[in-house]
C-alpha cells in the first residue's frame, strides 16, 4: 500500500512540474489553422476584428495552403492580455512562426494587420516569403500630419481612459457611426460593429493609440520579399502621398480598388480575390 501512494506522489509531483514549466507558450493571439498545404498562409486581421473576417479568401486557398488565421489578444471577444502593443504583437508572430517552424510563410495583412506584415518582413527579412498589405500604410498619423513625428516613449493613459470610461451605449454609437466610412457593404455592418462592441476597451485604447504611433517608412527598406499593396478606391486621390510613403520598399506592387472602402475584402470581392489569386499562387 505504502508503495502505491509513494508512486501517487510522485505522478501528482510530475504532473504538477509539467503544469508549471512545460505549459504551452502563450501568444497574444488565437490561431485557426486549416488545410493541408505544404506552402503557407499567416492571415492578420485589422483594428478590433475577428479573424473570421477572412473566411471567404481563406477559403480559396485552403485546398492548396496550410492557413493560420489569427485573432487578437482582447479583439472581438477573445480573452485580453496585459502589456498589448504593437512591439509585443509584432514580435509574437514572428515567434509563433519560428517555434512552428512555418517556412517562409505568406503573410496578408488587413488595416493594422498590414502594418504588422510589413513590420515583421522588415524586422524578420528571412522569415517570409512574401506579403499582401490590404488597405494600410506605413504611417497613418504622417497622412493627416506632414511632419508627424513618432514619440519614444508614447503614453496612451488618456485614450485608455477615455475608451473605459465610456458606457456600452456610447461606445456602440460610436462604432455604429463610425462603421459606415469604412465599409460599404451594409449586410456586413453589424457583425464588423460587433466585433468591436466586443473587444477589450483596455486593449482597444492601447493600441489605437499606439498604432497612431507606428512610423515604418524608413523600416521597409530592410524588407525583400515581394509586396503586394492593395489599396481602397478613395486613395487613388491620394496616390504621391500614399507612395511616397512606401518609397523605401523596392518590391512593392500598387493596386487600387475600383469601388468600396476600407474593408475591400467585402466591398470589391472579385478584384481583391482576383490580385490575391495572382500574386499568391504565381
Not at 485614450?159 to 462603421?179: E, L, P, S
Not at 493609440?209 to 507606428?214: A, G, L, R
Not at 496616390?239 to 470589391?268: C, R, V
Request: aromatic content about 12%.
Amino acid at each position: 500500500m505504502k508503495k502505491y501512494i509513494i508512486l501517487i506522489i510522485v505522478f501528482l509531483f510530475s504532473a504538477l512540474c509539467l503544469n508549471v514549466f512545460g505549459q504551452t507558450k502563450h501568444f497574444p493571439f488565437e490561431v485557426l489553422k486549416t488545410g493541408n498545404g505544404n506552402r503557407s498562409i499567416i492571415f492578420i486581421p485589422g483594428f478590433a476584428s475577428s479573424g473570421d473576417v477572412w473566411n471567404e479568401t481563406k477559403a480559396t486557398f485552403e485546398s492548396d495552403f496550410t492557413c493560420y488565421t489569427l485573432t487578437m489578444a482582447g479583439f472581438a471577444g477573445r480573452k485580453a492580455q496585459p502589456n498589448a502593443s504593437f512591439e509585443n504583437w509584432k514580435n509574437g508572430i514572428a515567434n509563433y512562426i519560428k517555434e512552428n517552424n512555418i517556412e517562409k510563410p505568406i503573410l496578408v495583412g488587413h488595416s493594422m494587420g498590414g502594418g504588422l506584415a510589413l513590420a515583421i518582413a522588415a524586422d524578420y527579412p528571412d522569415l517570409i516569403s512574401k506579403i499582401v498589405v490590404v488597405d494600410a500604410i506605413p504611417c497613418l498619423a504622417a497622412l493627416n500630419d506632414s511632419t508627424f513625428i513618432s514619440k519614444e516613449n508614447n503614453d496612451c493613459s488618456a485614450t485608455v481612459n477615455q475608451m473605459t470610461g465610456m458606457t456600452n451605449d456610447q461606445f456602440y454609437d460610436m462604432q455604429k457611426k463610425t462603421m459606415p466610412r469604412l465599409l460599404a457593404d451594409a449586410s456586413k455592418l453589424d457583425m464588423v460593429v460587433d466585433w468591436s462592441v466586443k473587444s477589450d476597451r483596455t486593449t482597444f485604447g492601447q493600441m489605437y493609440c499606439d498604432f497612431f504611433n507606428i512610423d515604418l517608412r524608413e523600416k521597409i527598406e530592410q524588407i525583400k520579399c515581394p509586396a503586394l499593396i492593395l489599396l481602397e478606391s478613395y486613395f487613388i486621390n491620394l496616390k504621391p502621398a500614399i507612395e511616397g510613403q512606401y518609397k523605401n520598399l523596392k518590391t512593392a506592387n500598387f493596386q487600387y480598388a475600383a469601388t468600396g472602402l476600407h474593408f475591400i475584402m467585402y466591398d470589391d470581392t472579385a478584384w481583391y480575390m482576383g490580385q490575391l489569386n495572382n500574386f499568391i499562387k504565381s
